[in-house]
T-cell receptor, first 113, second 115 residues
Framework: EADIYQTPRYLVIGTGKKITLECSQT?????MYWYQQDPGMELHLIHY???????EKGDLSSESTVSRIRTEHFPLTLESARPSHTSQYLC????????????FGPGTRLTVL | AQSVAQPEDQVNVAEGNPLTVKCTYS??????LFWYVQYPNRGLQFLLK??????LVKGSYGFEAEFNKSQTSFHLKKPSALVSDSALYFC?????????????FGAGTQVVVTP
């Protein structure tokens, strides 16, 4: 199992709430990623980071924002949650050099009512 | 641009029979190819990868994959499937010419192994 953690695992909230999904890794990886995945469907990259103070938007437009203040921590924030944000969010990390094998956390399943 | 295709939404196999999950790719440079497995309500778990060298790659849980450059394929195989292999399988590709190194994932193939 990879040393990458996500909290909470499950979250049910009401529309309009601000939420932060936490992701931490203890492998010292420079690169980190956020993917959005509807159940049983393909992954869509929504944010990624090269390292501290580096963040980029991914292939799928997302209303979420991310920050990278520490190497090991890559939180994702939704300022005002909507039902369309209901999905599973997967965090991953990889080394900067080499083959960039990505290792994934267990995911956060978000439901917005 | 890189792309990957998994032509089968679902593969059904009886326990003990060989399992094959298909993947084809397209890249500009050389491909770095990966297979991941996802169990219900879990993240993706790395199975194996091909970077260079021997075309037959062995990975976790008895899985292997064969890289075929002429057919641009990287099919996942297991000689004897187990019920516990039932899961969602993703193929992914990275283009060696992509300086950032983003992975492109396929749409996934659901594997159902029946007793």
């Amino acid at each position: 199992e990879a040393d990458i953690y996500q909290t909470p695992r499950y979250l049910v909230i009401g529309t309009g709430k601000k939420i932060t999904l936490e992701c931490s890794q203890t492998m010292g990886h420079d690169k980190m990623y956020w993917y959005q995945q509807d159940p049983g469907m393909e992954l869509h990259l929504i944010h990624y980071s090269y390292g501290v103070n580096s963040t980029e938007k991914g292939d799928l437009s997302s209303e979420s924002t991310v920050s990278r203040i520490r190497t090991e921590h890559f939180p994702l924030t939704l300022e005002s949650a909507r039902p369309s944000h209901t999905s599973q969010y997967l965090c991953a990390s990889s080394e900067y050099v080499g083959t960039d094998t990505q290792y994934f956390g267990p995911g956060t399943r978000l439901t917005v009512l | 641009a890189q792309s990957v295709a998994q032509p089968e939404d679902q593969v059904n196999v009886a326990e003990g029979n060989p399992l094959t999950v298909k993947c084809t790719y397209s890249v500009s440079g050389n491909p770095y190819l990966f297979w991941y497995v996802q169990y219900p309500n879990r993240g993706l778990q790395f199975l194996l990868k091909y970077i260079t060298g021997d075309n037959l790659v062995k990975g976790s849980y008895g899985f292997e994959a064969e890289f075929n450059k002429s057919q641009t394929s990287f099919h996942l195989k297991k000689p004897s499937a187990l019920v516990s292999d039932s899961a969602l399988y993703f193929c992914a590709v990275r283009d060696s010419l992509d300086s950032w190194g983003k992975l492109q994932f396929g749409a996934g193939t659901q594997v159902v192994v029946t007793p």
